[in-house]
């Protein structure tokens, strides 16, 4: 059902990680994962991720594979999952049960960025657990699809990667919702984007407008300039190959 209706999920699902991994991980664990910074793992090093106000040595250090997007002077990580782009994409909802009971948060509102505190990664309060992600129906003729750039073909996490959703009716785009991984502390829902897409003819330059829209807001650091180029064409080519297919 998954492979059929929502199927930027399903890729974006069998692009992480290995077959062995894949197959134990969970979702709520994958929505939970940290950061693959260095200086965060190497507990060596200071981090203000793992113990905050001792400073953030990847602004200045190895960050070529971190943020160019909502990062702050105290962090530039990236979240690192696969799936929770997609989920971003699809407007997702994460269920939480805790001592006070139940709620739901868009799963693009599940991840935080950085700020002044990016030891917390998510919105989750102490005691809650993921019980449930529920995805909306999607309306008659949408298409989805998910795209990640990364270093070898398997065991790689994203350098950039971009989950798409795309209906296109005479012509136009009826629906767009456009997210992109690896590059933020959470997944970046690319709301200027989508702004500039809706209603718009579906041709590559709209397309190329849009991802600009939202890129404009990168800050690159010293060494990754380059996610912000791969993004652009990830985006372009996603929707475009979307439309070919509408
Ligand atoms: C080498 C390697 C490469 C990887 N590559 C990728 C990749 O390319 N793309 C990708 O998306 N992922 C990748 N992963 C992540 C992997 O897919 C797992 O999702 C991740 O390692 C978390 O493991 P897990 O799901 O078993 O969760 P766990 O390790 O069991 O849990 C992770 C955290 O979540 C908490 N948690 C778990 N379930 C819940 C819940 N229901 N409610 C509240 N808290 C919960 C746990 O307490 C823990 O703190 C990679 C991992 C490794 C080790
Ligand atoms: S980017 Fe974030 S996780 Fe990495 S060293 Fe800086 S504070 Fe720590």
Same mark, same amino acid.
């Given at each position: 059902a998954v492979r059929t209706r929502?199927?930027?999920?399903?890729?974006?699902?069998?692009?992480?990680? +290995?077959?062995?991994?894949?197959?134990?991980?969970?979702?709520?664990?994958?929505? !939970?994962?940290?950061?693959?910074?260095?200086?965060?793992?190497?507990?060596?090093?200071?981090?203000?991720?793992?113990?905050?106000?001792?400073?953030?040595?990847?602004?200045?250090?190895?960050?070529?594979?971190?943020?160019?997007l909502g990062h702050s002077e105290e962090c530039v990580a990236t979240h690192p999952s696969d799936m929770a782009v997609a989920l971003a994409a699809l407007d997702a909802d994460v269920v939480l049960h805790g001592p006070e009971g139940e709620r739901t948060v868009p799963v693009t509102d599940f991840h935080r960025l950085p700020g002044d505190n990016p030891d917390a990664d998510t919105v989750v309060r102490p005691g809650e657990l993921v019980t449930d992600v529920t995805l909306?129906?999607?309306?008659?003729?949408?298409?989805?699809?998910?795209?990640?750039?990364?270093?070898?073909? +398997?065991?790689?996490?994203?350098?950039? +990667?971009?989950?798409?959703?795309?209906?296109?009716?005479?012509?136009?785009?009826?629906?767009?919702?456009?997210?992109?991984?690896?590059?933020?502390?959470?997944?970046?829902?690319?709301?200027?984007?989508?702004?500039?897409?809706?209603?718009?003819?579906?041709?590559?330059?709209?397309?190329?407008?849009?991802?600009?829209?939202? !890129?404009?807001q990168a800050r690159p650091l010293r060494d990754n300039a380059f996610k912000v180029r791969l993004a652009r064409h990830l985006a372009v080519d996603a929707l475009a190959a979307l439309t070919a297919r509408t």
């Open positions: 929502y199927p930027a999920l399903s890729q974006a699902l069998l692009a992480g990680a +290995s077959g062995q991994l894949r197959n134990i991980a969970t979702t709520g664990g994958n929505l !939970l994962q940290r950061t693959r910074c260095l200086y965060f793992q190497d507990t060596s090093k200071p981090c203000n991720k793992r113990e905050p106000g001792t400073g953030c040595p990847a602004r200045e250090g190895a960050h070529r594979d971190l943020a160019v909306p129906p999607l309306a008659h003729g949408t298409v989805s699809l998910y795209r990640k750039a990364r270093d070898r073909a +398997s065991y790689a996490f994203a350098l950039a +990667s971009v989950a798409a959703v795309l209906r296109v009716r005479d012509g136009r785009v009826e629906h767009a919702a456009l997210a992109f991984g690896g590059l933020a502390h959470r997944p970046w829902r690319a709301r200027a984007a989508e702004e500039i897409l809706r209603g718009a003819p579906a041709t590559d330059a709209t397309f190329l407008r849009a991802a600009d829209a939202e !890129l404009a």
